[in-house]
Nanobody, 124 residues
Framework: QVALVESGGGLVQTGGSLKLSCASSGRTFSSYAMGWFRQAPGKAREFVAAIDWNGALRYYADFVQGRFSITRDNANSILYLQIFSLEPGDTAVYFC?????????????????WGQGTQVTVSS
């Protein structure tokens, strides 16, 4: 079975940084697009970032404004999300998602595997 396991979340102050990781197993990681989504309490899940199968093309939500960077290590089947200049509005559970195809997408409908999430809390 396919498994995605996130790590790296935690409690940080405004302006701090975090690097989230997602370890993948159960399928050929390098063949598929990957993405990050997040969900704040009482809010809908929203797209954060996506990356194509080979890492050549990356896509970001408008709110990122240059603060987030999505990368992947295909040799070790790991997806990363580096976040700088964290703000209280970034507080959410961050989910790793495995795509159905090779091209990144902002739609949750284009992902068929999901991790359990890792909590990011930013204090003001």
């Amino acid at each position: 079975q396919v498994a995605l396991v996130e790590s790296g979340g935690g409690l940080v102050q405004t302006g701090g940084s975090l690097k989230l990781s997602c370890a993948s197993s159960g399928r050929t990681f390098s063949s598929y697009a990957m993405g990050w989504f997040r969900q704040a309490p009482g809010k809908a899940r929203e797209f954060v970032a996506a990356i194509d199968w080979n890492g050549a093309l990356r896509y970001y939500a408008d709110f990122v404004q240059g603060r987030f960077s999505i990368t992947r290590d295909n040799a070790n089947s790991i997806l990363y999300l580096q976040i700088f200049s964290l703000e209280p509005g970034d507080t959410a559970v961050y989910f790793c998602a495995g795509g159905t195809g090779s091209v990144g997408s902002s739609s949750s409908d284009d992902y068929d595997y999901w991790g359990q999430g890792t909590q990011v809390t930013v204090s003001s």
